[in-house]
T-cell receptor
């Protein structure tokens, strides 16, 4: 079945460590996104990529990094520079063109700093 | 920039009650509009969408009409069920040079009781 797979579902990180969240899609979508979700704040865009080997910062990119070496994959690294990384992270993808620009979401990764 | 404003929750209803969740938006162009639903601990699922003025999106008994004159996309359902309990997000898609990024409202939690 086509879809987006995020792993792991739960992740624990010690302060000062970098950690990488995985996101893979088999929908043949050009565009991929990373959102952060905090209680009462909705979803905020971290990074997005419209095509392989290209990506742009979203609204809250500080302390995060991404890569897009393959169309199917868009991993997110939460670096030690991110001061408050505990959150629910959602990856999404969408077709780059067309009137229906709906995004499909993964099941999310809950990151906790211990 | 683009923005989405939703009514605050939680909204608590009895089963079979009528539901309205208000959503208004600000956008420079002609965005596509969406309602997403999130069940506890999961990612977001597309509920319905509309791409131009006066379009009505509908799914699973939920409806929303794209009102350009009032910049609104209110979600309605005639008779809610306990299984509708979830968080509902209104969103718009900027189809300009920034790709198909989604801008989300803060979400409205719906609780349906017997």
């Amino acid at each position: 079945d086509g879809g987006i797979t995020q792993s792991p579902k739960y992740l624990f990180r010690k302060e000062g460590q970098n950690v990488t969240l995985s996101c893979e899609q088999n929908l043949n979508h050009d565009a991929m996104y990373w959102y952060r979700q905090d209680p009462g704040q909705g979803l905020r865009l971290i990074y997005y990529s419209q095509i392989v080997n290209d990506f742009q910062k979203g609204d809250i990119a500080e302390g995060y990094s991404v890569s897009r070496e393959k169309k199917e994959s868009f991993p997110l690294t939460v670096t030690s520079a991110q001061k408050n990384p505990t959150a629910f992270y959602l990856c999404a993808s969408s077709g780059r063109q067309g009137p229906y620009t709906e995004a499909f979401f993964g099941q999310g990764t809950r990151l906790t700093v211990v | 920039g683009d923005s989405v404003t939703q009514m605050e929750g939680p909204v608590t209803l009895s089963e079979e009650a009528f539901l309205t969740i208000n959503c208004t938006y600000t956008a420079t162009g002609y965005p596509s509009l969406f309602w997403y639903v999130q069940y506890p601990g999961e990612g977001l699922q597309l509920l319905l969408k509309a791409t131009k003025a006066d379009d009505k999106g509908s799914n699973k008994g939920f409806e929303a009409t794209y009102r350009k004159e009032t910049t609104s996309f209110h979600l309605e359902k005639g008779s809610v069920q306990v299984s509708d309990s979830a968080v509902y997000f209104c969103a718009l898609s900027d189809r300009g040079g920034g790709g198909n990024k989604l801008t989300f409202g803060t979400g409205t939690q719906l609780k349906v009781e017997l």
